[in-house]
């Protein structure tokens, strides 16, 4: 173990991360790399249909052709589950559920949903038998558009009697929001669409399940963003004893939310591995993945705004259309609702009320994708204040200004019923206009009106908070979350001086073990790299919950903290002990235990240590070793914050839009590590632009996704994008002793609405002041066409 010479050494610098040298050099292995040997592939046969009943499934071909050890259809597999695949949040108590099974029998209600597997020597093998089924389906109506599917003229699931799963409505002061309209001298009325996104990871789903040669269990290698959560609902769909179970999340190329779920493949792997007692493999194809893997956003937005005459938000009410997809997913329903508590944004509103209908379509189900509802809210407010401040003739960073949370208000009661723990927006707004050299931007605008150019240039603002570090568990149950959110850690000295900490965080991408050993490594005032990070294994992390909602630092990164204190603690009783000194006599400072006013008095961590692990000379009553955990649920969710500025050139003439500038100014608290901020902004980033410019899952009128592969399907690459000007301020919070927030979602949460902002404003003049995202060239041309007519 190294000592290092200030307990602050690493915290707050921009250190490297520990994880890129093995995933540059290919070292990394993920769940494709795992070599098995024996283990038999399985392919799914999807449904083509979007909406039909199935008439017959003729397997003969395909059992015939080379490889094939099995193939079954979702009769054969019937009595294999437990339970139907899990959905974890009842948003209210009458929410229709349809039963989801991991293939689908009698009846298909999407186009990709399996019907049947294949069961093969080779992955190639398996894929051409799969070719090789025959399924003869009854057609009945696709059911795709979202307000038409309310309607329940068509209804998907019968059983259910109506596409509609539940309506969740959040009015705290019933009556207010219908007095302020009344009273308002100014009002605005709009209507947004969410377009479904397809998450794209670079590593798609995989799974590996190996049964134990005995004993009946299985260890299940998923490409998981949370394993712990896997493992209880495979339990409970497969039936097999969770004590029998062991998920293992190897390195994972990415998730944004769409690996936060428990899929078909995962329950159909694990059964066949029981039923066949053979190892089995499942590795997804890019297709498969925009058919079968959950989709995000899908919403239309209808949001109101009341204000008085000088643009101060008076109330907020929104009305919420959401699409659910064929089925519900492990939090489907619940993904709006995230987003409920913050559609007043960051201002002061003075009454608000929320009613979301989640819906069902015959579409790939929907489900959490990164930002998760708060997105989408951000979206329709900071596009609604825009179109306030149009009404008022104010400047959107006036408007801004006028109906901001003050600084001095923090804790500040929402009137949606959540403490936002610490603020200061204007200051953020501020920054950001300064670096983006706002008042410049605005006269270079009007040269360019004032002359006709036909390149115009849009400025788009948008400020955002949002709610994360999910958790606290009581919250979570007050809205019939499944689950709790608090989080685990064990921190230990190992006999040879190492710190060893196992995290019940499982990381995807953001840097778990950089960021987990720089804050242990400044509480020990050991090295970095003498801290050993262990995470994504329920048999050696058997207690946690995961990875999603920028929750790892604030909520897992905080259990690491405590179980740190608690080892310094006992660590000092034995230090005390050995230095003949009162417990209150003994300092730690820089890895090393000495004796008030008697520096030579003193001994390392390393020899504490070693003692606690011979165990010779303890204190009486004390058990041997170092070693704490700590299961931390917060009190509070924390609320990162930002100012975000995108400015476009738009051509007229043709309709294209172009992204010129993107000035960023985020706040999540304190920063442990600069640099991976840094990388979780700039993802974020070209994610949410990405929204507004490029992304849509596109189905046609039979309802078959045509945008399923990465040629129809533009994701951003640095190419798309100008280098981005980013900068922080820094506003601690008090919920957690780090003072940190989260960072991953605020990107993404603030770049959208600030694009589409900016091309609105550029187009302002011509009478156009909305575009349909993504804002293509051709949907820029339609609208600019479409006004002058």
Known sequence: MTAVD????????????????????????????LA???????????????????????VKAALSMPGVVAVFTGEDLRDEWAGPLPCAWTVTEDM???????????????????VAVVVAHSEYEAHDAADAVVVDYEPLPPVLDLEEASTDRVVIHDDLGSNVSYTWELDPDPGAVDRAFSEAAHTVSERYVQQRLIPSPMEPRGVVVVPHPFGGDFTVYSSTQIPHILKVMLSLSVGVSETSLRVVAPAVGGGFGCKLNVYAEEALALALARKMRHPVRWVEERTEHSQATIQGRGQVQHIELAADKTGKITAV?????????????????????????????????GAYSFSCTGVFTTKTPTDAYRGAGRPEATYAIERAIDALAAKVSADPAEIRRRNFIAADKFPYNSVAGLVYDSGNYAGALERCLHLAHYDDLRAEQARRRESKDTRQIGIGLSSYCEMCGLAPSRVLASLNFGAGGWEAATVRILPTGKAQVVTGSSPHGQGHVTSWSMIVADKLGVAPEDVEVIHGDTATSPYGLDTYGSRSLSVGGTAVFLATDRVIGKARKIAAHQLEAAEDDIEFVGGEFSVKGSPDRAMPLAAVAFEAFTAHNLPDGMEPNLEASSHYDPPNFTFPFGTHVAVVEVDTETG?????????????GNQINPMIVEGQIHGGIVQGVA?????????????????????DYLVPSAAEVPSFETDHTVTPSPTNPMGVK???EAGTIGSTPAVINAICDALAPYGVHDITMPASPQRVWQALKEVSQ
């Not at 229709?96 to 399996?114: D, F, I, N, Q, R």
């Open 6 to 33: 200030s307990p602050a050494a690493v915290v707050g610098t921009r250190m490297r991360r520990r994880e890129d040298p093995a995933l540059l050099t290919g070292e990394a292995r993920f769940v494709a790399d």
């Open 36 to 58: 098995v040997p024996g283990a038999l592939s399985v392919a799914v046969v999807r449904s083509t249909a979007a909406h039909a009943r199935i008439r017959s499934i003729d």
């Open 96 to 114: 229709k559920t349809p039963a989801h099974l991991p293939l689908a029998v009698g009846k298909v209600s999407y186009a990709g949903e399996g």
């Open 317 to 349: 009410r929104v009305k919420l259309l959401a699409d659910l997809g064929a089925y519900l997913q492990l939090v489907t329903p619940g993904i709006p609702l995230l987003g409920a508590f913050l559609y007043g944004g960051v201002y002061d509103v």
């Open 656 to 668: 294209a839009v172009r992204l010129e500038r993107y000035v960023a100014v985020d706040d999540c």
């Open 691 to 711: 929204q507004a410019l490029w992304e849509e899952a596109s189905y046609d009128e039979e309802g078959n996704l045509v945008s399923s592969s990465l040629i």
């Open 742 to 744: 989260g960072v991953g």
